[in-house]
């Protein structure tokens, strides 16, 4: 499958002006200067404004963590809940309300560590939401102690000697968990990223985005290797264009689970792009069917009706 | 068959009044193993009561182990105000040995035993009941015959049970018919045949033993529904406008789950199963934000895990509902027994001064009524609001008057008109109504729902002034809740020695109590609390009235020797006639213990009673 180009999608049939980042400004981030959130932040504000949905039905929410902190720099619905759990918070949001569109951030410690077993299960359960995780390798918030991402030997306030425990691989975790949308990107490469939380937020289901966001304060240089400037590689995803050339057959599969685990296997710094892209029916849809299948059954009947006739059958 | 007398069980022909002893409340206790269908012997008697216009309370025990194991239901049903299910049975159907020899001490000098002679040697010494051999098993076997073996047995003992107590025949027969009548025609015919082999069985040794109830003297002209405490509070919140939830299995909660798993779609909701507590209380809230007030629910171990979620829902003013089902604690303690000591928990388990309503349903009735508050408050007070019900709620059925449903139904739709450009969640001088996403605001300045301490418009702050306003709005909108309850009224004399005070499921027996308390001439009253945070106005006023107040509940009485209501009542209240009455044994108060107690207590302190 060839990368869908990326179009502004129509202007809702209102006479509203188009969605600016203006708009979108809230409070200047407390961020460290230099932070990779701060780009993270910037391609969100671009990709909402191609987006142009409805102002008020964005909904930014976030855990705990210093790119948690994401909400209150952004002009929207949204809210701050606490550490490891706005996955399924969020996943509430989209189930109660299909009319939103939900964006999750977060970071590594947040996310696959105390958040870990929610990510599992919410992304099974492949909910309507897009959810961004700023990498940095590090807990940023609570001043350099061990993440599930910091690589054997990196050296904290918890690891002094360096760090021991085998790191989580994030791609294969998020494969393996059952999410429909699975992409990896650089804070480093504004265009890219913005090209993946567009695709993200227009997937039908669960959409996830790692992003290698440097922490300069307590993790400088963790990501030099795959930034060109610095002499490291940019890998990109070769995706599949099914334009029937030889070279198609090397390219990347998006709908094969067993490719992007692959992919995903690939030794450090590993590649960008999109590892997975299938469609699933969203818990969205499943229980929307669920209730008008009840529906069915109850023929019209009111709210007051049905409880009257549950009740007729307890006398 | 083994009927002798066939022509008698066709039309259910009452025996002749003469011959009957006339009764106004009877405790039947059906003790045997799990899979004998005991519950549903307990059930037919219970909906039969209800539909007979008897009041009726059942009891029952369910073993904790995954299948099979003793268990008992206990029935008590009768013409007058049904308060407990009584302390000890009228008459005990035993179906084998070990619910013989566990459970004749239940039995009341002079009762009746009817036993499975097929399966229990009783001493043949014993005199001090009436013992009656019925043959449950075979005559099962017999009656529908085939391959069902004993199955069936319950059927039987419902057929004894009915001829023993001239019960509705037709009546009984047309709940057999309901209950069973989606399945083969087979099945139902097989359970009649149990049940007419039972009426048939002459148990002549007990023909001075055959009984008749007292007319009802109910006066009611609505219908009465027969239920258990987790249903009422299920149908409570459906009533009472709630869609949305989500929970995580555990015992006895999960009931409430499983049925709004499936009565919620019927209504355009949906119920997730969640990971854990901890995403079930986080769904659950994310529902509230999306403007759906939404139910999570647990029992103990849950609870606890669902504690940070709750302190984020006071900060941030979110309405939500959690039901705890209590069982006994701490850890995974007694699954399948009830206990209140989860009070404290519910006012101050979080972290932080974390203000929340607490709310406590007497009986099952109350459970439907008590979810309707629950969301009224939620709503209105933007607030947390636990509910504290209890095993012995979650299971007992009770028959009450069919709720007047078309004054009592909300509409749930969320509100999602468009806020005033001078529009903010977190105002000082109001109780804060958030703006759900997709409701617009007029200044184009969109809201932060936030678990950091924050300014009016949900900005986080570190400023002391702010913590100390932000912290007083939360507190005091509980107070302005405390201000609309209706003031603490006592129930008997208006003043004298003794008032006992109590809440959640211990409100029947404690009003038993009170009966006898003030029968043998003991001036004596009842408060029982439904609000635990916010207490009700008026407290002081009646507790200066009596010269002991007696708090029961079934919890420890801790290091310093009072309960957890009776230690916050004191601290409250800094009256030192407030005794505690605390039990731990993981059962429900006997009428006879809360009598004791008060009457040792009494001693103790020397006041009359
Ligand atoms: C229950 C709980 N435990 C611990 C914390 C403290 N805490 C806040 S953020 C954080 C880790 C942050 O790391 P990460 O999620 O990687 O975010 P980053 O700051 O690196 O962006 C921790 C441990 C908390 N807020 N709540
Ligand atoms: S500590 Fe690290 S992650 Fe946090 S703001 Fe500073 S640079 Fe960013
Ligand atoms: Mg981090």
Redesign the interface.
């Known amino acids: 499958m060839s990368a869908p180009e990326i179009l502004p999608p129509a202007l809702p049939a209102t006479d509203r002006a188009p969605l600016t980042k203006k708009a979108l400004t809230a409070d200047h981030p407390t961020w460290c200067p230099g932070c990779g959130d701060f780009a993270v932040l910037h391609c969100y504000y671009r990709a909402l404004e191609k987006l142009n949905y409805p102002h008020e039905k964005i909904v930014t929410m976030a855990g705990i963590g210093c790119s948690s902190r994401f909400p209150y720099f952004v002009n929207t619905h949204g809210g701050h809940y606490i550490h490891g759990r706005s996955l399924p918070f969020s996943a509430g949001v989209s189930l109660g309300r299909d009319d939103l569109h939900v964006f999750v951030f977060g970071g590594d410690g947040d996310g696959f560590s105390i958040g870990g077993n929610h990510l599992d299960h919410v992304a099974r359960k492949n909910p309507r939401l897009t959810y961004v995780i700023m990498d940095n390798f590090v807990y940023g918030l609570t001043k350099k102690q061990t993440s599930p991402t910091s690589p054997i030997g990196f050296k904290t306030k918890t690891d002094p000697t360096g760090a021991f425990d085998q790191p989580i691989n994030p791609m294969r975790k998020l494969v393996d968990s059952g999410a429909t949308f699975i992409a990896r990107s650089h804070a480093t490469q504004v265009n890219h990223m913005t090209e993946m939380i567009m695709r993200a937020a227009q997937h039908d289901g669960f959409s996830v985005i790692e992003i290698l966001s440097e922490c300069v304060e307590f993790y400088p240089g963790a990501f030099d290797t795959s930034v060109p400037r610095k002499g490291g590689t940019f890998g990109l995803i070769q995706e599949k264009k099914n334009d029937g050339t030889p070279e198609d057959a090397t390219r990347h599969d998006t709908t094969d689970e067993v490719a992007a685990y692959r992919l995903a296997s690939e030794p450090w710094p590993g590649l960008f792009g999109v590892f997975l892209d299938k469609k699933r029916p969203t818990k969205n849809q499943l229980e929307a069917n669920l209730i008008a299948k009840a529906r069915e059954r109850t023929k019209g009947a009111s709210d007051l009706q049905l409880l009257q006739s549950t009740f007729a059958k307890l006398r | 068959m083994v009927s002798p007398n066939p022509a008698e069980n066709n039309g259910g022909t009452a025996l002749p009044a003469a011959e009957a002893r006339a009764l106004n409340d009877v405790v039947i206790r059906l003790a045997g193993n799990s899979q004998d269908g005991i519950q549903t012997i307990g059930g037919f008697l219970a909906r039969l009561a209800?539909?007979s216009d008897q009041d009726v309370m059942t009891y029952m025990t369910i073993p904790s182990t995954i299948s099979g194991g003793p268990s008992i239901f206990q029935v008590r049903m009768g013409t007058g105000d049904i308060l407990s299910s009584g302390d000890q049975a009228d008459f005990l159907v035993a179906f084998y040995q070990h619910s013989y020899e566990n459970h004749l001490s239940s039995l009341r000098p002079g009762g009746v035993l009817l036993y499975d002679a097929d399966h229990v040697k009783p001493n043949p010494d014993d005199k001090r009941f009436t013992a009656v051999a019925a043959p449950i098993t075979s005559g099962t076997v017999e009656a529908v015959g085939g391959s069902s073996k004993d199955k069936g047995k319950n059927l039987y003992v419902l057929g004894l049970i009915a001829r023993v107590f001239n019960l509705d025949v037709a009546k009984l027969s047309g709940l057999i018919k309901e209950r069973f009548g989606g399945k083969t025609e087979d099945i139902v015919r097989n359970a009649m045949l149990a049940f007419d082999a039972g009426y048939a069985w002459p148990a002549d040794n007990l023909r001075d033993c055959f009984y008749r109830f007292n007319p009802p003297t109910r006066t009611s002209t609505r219908?009465?529904?027969?239920?258990d405490g987790n249903?009422a509070m299920t149908?409570g919140l459906?009533?009472a406008g709630v869609r949305?939830g989500?929970g995580y299995p555990i015992t006895p909660w999960s009931s409430i789950m499983e049925m709004l798993r499936s009565?919620l779609?019927?209504?355009?909701?949906?119920f997730?199963q969640?990971?854990?507590e901890?995403?079930?209380v986080?769904?659950?809230?994310?529902?509230s934000?999306?403007?759906?007030l939404?139910i999570t629910g647990s029992s103990g171990p849950g609870l606890s895990l669902k504690m940070?979620?709750l302190g984020?829902a006071v900060m941030?003013e979110m309405p939500l509902i959690v039901i705890n089902v209590q069982r006994g604690g701490p850890s995974t303690g007694m699954p399948t027994n009830v206990e209140q000591s989860d009070l404290l928990q519910a006012l101050y388990g979080s972290h932080g001064d974390a203000p929340r309503v607490v709310l406590a349903p007497r009986d099952v009735e109350d459970c439907f009524y008590i979810a309707i508050e629950a969301a009224r408050i939620a709503r209105a007070y933007s607030t947390p609001v636990i509910i504290l019900t209890d095993q012995a709620l979650s299971s007992r059925i009770e028959a009450f008057d069919?709720?007047d449903?078309?004054g009592l139904?909300v509409d749930?739709a969320p509100d999602l008109s468009a806020r005033p450009a001078d529009f903010k969640p977190y105002p000082l001088d109001r109780i804060t109504r958030h703006?759900?996403?997709?409701?617009?605001?007029g200044s184009?300045?969109?809201?932060?729902?936030?678990?950091?301490e924050h300014d009016e418009l949900g900005?986080?702050t570190g400023s002391p002034q702010l913590h100390t306003k932000m912290t007083a709005k939360r507190r005091e909108k509980l107070k302005a809740l405390a201000a609309t309850l209706p003031a603490a009224e006592a129930f008997g004399d208006p003043e004298g020695d003794v008032l006992l005070v109590g809440w959640g499921s211990t409100f029947g027996p404690v009003r038993e109590a009170l009966n006898r308390i003030r029968n043998s001439g003991t001036k004596a009253a009842q408060l029982h609390l439904r609000h635990l945070n916010p207490l009700p106005p008026g407290l002081e006023d009646v507790f200066r009235r009596y010269r002991q107040i007696i708090v029961v509940e079934i919890n420890d009485e801790g290091l310093y020797g009072y309960g957890q209501l009776a230690t916050l009542l004191r601290a409250r209240y800094a009256n030192p006639a407030i005794r505690s009455l605390t039990k731990t044994d993981g059962l429900t108060y006997k009428v006879s213990e809360i009598v004791n107690g008060v009457t040792h207590l009494s001693a103790r302190n020397g006041v009359p009673a």
């Open positions: 209800g539909r219908p009465q529904v027969t239920l249903s149908y459906i009533a949305y989500s009565e779609p019927k209504y355009g909701g949906l997730v969640a990971e854990d901890l995403g079930a986080s769904y659950a809230l994310g529902f934000y999306s403007g759906h939404a940070e979620a984020w941030s069919e709720p449903l078309a139904m749930p703006a759900p996403p997709g409701s617009r605001v184009g300045v969109y809201p932060t729902v936030t678990g950091l900005h986080p």
